[in-house]
């Protein structure tokens, strides 16, 4: 096997660079969470899955991964200009809950959705309720360091004095004169100084719920201080990697840049920026307002009007890992349906891998292939074109299978040990098994049929004692036209 240099496109520097890492064998590595108010989306489930690769081939290299995924469970207002309601408070009043239930509620589906998409949970996993005093911590810091200014309770970043010293839009190059003509006017009401300056630090109104005792009074934190504070608290104050959706870059990444910065004066805190790109469907941007955007479980049964039938979470992730994370990703039904096929096709070739015959002088010789997978991957983590090496060992196997080909003992073991470790370790996938659920329902049916049999024998004390002894277990069962049907109580 050739030796490795991993290349991963850097955002800030716009170009794909060898990977090093700060501490060596080490790589810290911050991916921005989810804000849990609602249901997982897929946008954020294909940046977790694309992160979950990243991590997967890490640690596959030999890297020790200390992997931080936040939950947002406070602060993220409706508008990145400070503006608007907090998004779990305002689900919380609508729904008339604790925020707090807002937040398990959706905490719980997120967790469920990243198991059937088979991620491996990240290392810690901190959320920002938990880190309060870590964000007013680094609020006094930056204030002392004279980059904030406090109006009335609620501090605010100065970007324009930061800017003199540290270069503001470090991270997308964008000019900084464009950047604030593109900002509207501030209003004569606004307590911000400058255009572009965001909050620390938010003062709580009356009725605000989740609020915390500060030395500017109750209040809440910024939704980009958490980042800043859960990545510096648990990774240093320079670490390897920071990752999250593209569209977090011009916002939310520049300004967790501007904070660490501020606090640490150094200039580079993260040393590789990634960004996952966007889904479509059909060719649109998926979006809630064009009704075109599913959800996991929606894509998982089939329930959703675009969809003509649902796919299973490992089909979902195959289908994802066909295009590069910094490209977009195309939902089509047509898509869909071929990368199931594919899917299928890469786990039988592997179930056939153990069967195979070697002869003592085999033909086949899978090395170029194995150092294909591997420069793929290390190519910035191209899994489209690792999956399109991986489908050259698949007709591999299916040839030796049948026998048109030869394979000896060394290379059938590299095959397997390569393949397999790519496909279930890197990649993620898994042969999928009949789920608890299909089982559960073969096994009601036969009871329903033996009940109908008792009730066709008029022997009517069983067919009660079946439908009695069901409920009890919590199954209703219904008797209709169209046989019998049942659902869980
Ligand atoms: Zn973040």
Not at 58 to 82: F, M, P, Q, W
Request: proline share 4%.
């Amino acid at each position: 096997m050739k030796a490795h240099q991993l290349h991963i496109y850097n955002t800030i520097s716009r170009k794909v660079e060898p990977f090093s890492t700060i501490h060596q064998g080490h790589v810290g590595m911050y991916v921005c969470g989810p804000t849990v108010y609602n249901y997982a989306h897929l946008g954020n489930a294909r940046t977790f899955i694309s992160f979950d690769i990243v991590f997967r081939y890490l640690k596959h290299l030999g890297y020790k991964v200390r992997y931080v995924r936040n939950i947002t469970d406070a602060g993220h207002l409706e508008s990145d200009a400070d503006e608007g309601e907090d998004k779990i408070g305002k689900k919380a009043r609508l729904e008339q809950l604790e925020p707090m239930e807002i937040v398990q509620r959706y905490t719980l589906d997120f967790h469920e959705v990243m198991n059937a998409f088979n991620t491996l949970p990240p290392s810690i996993e901190p959320t920002a309720t938990g880190h309060i005093i870590e964000q007013i911590e680094m609020t006094k810091q930056i204030l002392n360091n004279g980059y904030a200014y406090e109006v009335n309770g609620t501090v605010y970043f100065d970007v324009e004095k930061y800017a003199k010293t540290y270069p503001y839009t470090i991270l997308t190059g964008r000019n900084l004169d464009d950047l604030l003509s593109g900002t509207r006017d501030l209003g004569g009401q606004d307590e911000k100084r400058g255009r572009l300056d965001f909050a620390l630090w938010i003062k709580a109104k009356p009725e605000h719920i989740m609020k915390w005792p500060s030395p500017w009074g109750e209040g809440f934190p910024g939704w980009h201080l958490e980042c800043s504070a859960m990545s510096r608290k648990y990774l240093g104050e320079e670490f390897d990697i920071h990752g999250g959706g593209m569209d977090l870059a011009p916002t939310h990444h520049t300004n967790e840049i501007a904070q660490n910065t501020a606090c640490s004066h150094h200039a580079t805190p993260v040393k590789f920026w990634m960004h996952t790109n966007m889904l479509t469907v059909n060719g649109q941007k998926m979006s809630k307002s064009l009704g075109n955007s599913f959800l996991p479980h929606e894509l998982f049964s089939g329930t959703h009007r675009l969809l003509d039938k649902g796919y299973s979470p490992m089909t979902v992730r195959f289908f994802m890992l066909q295009a590069h994370y910094r490209s977009t990703l195309d939902f089509s039904n047509e898509a869909l349906q071929a990368a199931e096929k594919g899917y299928l096709r890469l786990m039988n070739a592997l179930a056939l891998i153990d069967e195979l015959p070697t002869h003592e002088n085999g033909t086949a010789d899978f090395t170029a292939i194995s150092d294909n997978i591997y420069e793929a991957l290390d190519d910035d983590f191209n899994t489209p074109v690792a999956l399109a090496h991986l489908f050259e060992a698949v007709r591999l196997i299916n040839s030796i299978y049948a026998k048109h080909e030869t394979i000896s003992s060394v290379q059938k073991e590299n095959l397997s040990k390569v393949t397999k470790s790519i496909v279930f370790d890197v990649l993620g996938l898994m042969p999928e098994k009949e789920s608890g659920a299909d089982k559960l329902d073969g096994l009601m049916q036969m009871i329903l049929e033996v009940r109908s049999e008792a009730k066709a024998k008029k022997d009517f004390s069983t067919s009660d004692l079946i439908r009695d002894k069901l409920k009890s277990l919590g199954f209703e069962i219904k008797d209709g036209k169209e046989g019998t049907s049942y659902h869980i109580i």
